[in-house]
């Protein structure tokens, strides 16, 4: 049961619901500026910030979600401006069972620097680590320099699921997160429930 391993806290049965509930630690990973934190936001809290300066050190955020019929929730980590010195720890990713790897489709280097978060991951969590793939600021589309056409291909090599997505219009935000701790749950059952 290697999944198991990877599972970060298996909660306690709820005395009123009787039913089991899990926590799924999920990592942000990606260069600077590709928008993790306002990714979270916008799925967490439905906020954008056009200018935000993260603040260095690690920030959570937990969303409740429902998996046929049963409450599971997602702790959703960013490395709040790690990254920008090199300096993400294994601690960040110890324990992950999800992980979405942001790039931005206008800054060509935010993709070429892809294999190696991937790498990164995949020597600090478990290789089980259900993974996406994100393309980032896909309203920008006259600055484009990523076609979707890349990252699904690359997605498809190294076996991740791919999305591109807008934390400013909003577009296929939920659907990045969903998709991961859908995946995470499905493999849980499978193994387990
Ligand atoms: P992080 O360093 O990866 O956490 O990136 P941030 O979330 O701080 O975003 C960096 C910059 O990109 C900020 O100025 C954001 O407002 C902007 N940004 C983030 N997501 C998007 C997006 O989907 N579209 C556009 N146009 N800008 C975005």
Redesign the pocket.
């Known amino acids: 049961f290697t999944i198991i391993n990877t599972i970060w806290l298996k909660m306690a049965f709820s005395s009123e619901e009787q039913t089991e509930n899990y926590l799924f630690k999920i990592v942000l990973v990606?260069?600077?500026?590709?928008?993790?934190?306002?990714?979270l936001?916008r799925f967490a809290r439905d906020e954008?910030?056009?200018?935000?300066?993260?603040t260095i050190g690690v920030e959570f955020q937990t969303q409740k979600m429902e998996i046929n019929g049963k409450e599971v929730k997602a702790q959703i980590w960013?490395?709040a401006?790690q990254e920008r010195f090199r300096a993400v720890t294994s601690a960040y990713y110890r324990g992950a069972v999800g992980a979405l790897l942001?790039y931005d489709i206008t800054r060509r280097q935010t993709f070429e620097s892809i294999g190696r978060w991937l790498n990164e991951l995949y020597t600090h969590s478990d290789m089980n680590v259900v993974t996406m793939l994100v393309g980032?600021?896909?309203?920008?589309k006259d600055s484009r320099r990523c076609r979707p056409s890349e990252g699904k291909a690359f997605a498809k090599s190294k076996g991740l699921f791919f999305i591109e997505?807008?934390?400013?219009?909003s577009s296929n935000v939920s659907a990045a997160f969903q998709t991961v701790v859908r995946e995470i749950y499905s493999i849980l059952s499978r193994k387990v429930l």
């Open positions: 990606g260069d600077s500026a590709v928008g993790k934190s306002n990714l936001a954008f910030y056009p200018n935000s300066k993260s960013d490395t401006g942001v980032n600021k896909s309203d920008l997505t807008s934390a400013l219009d």
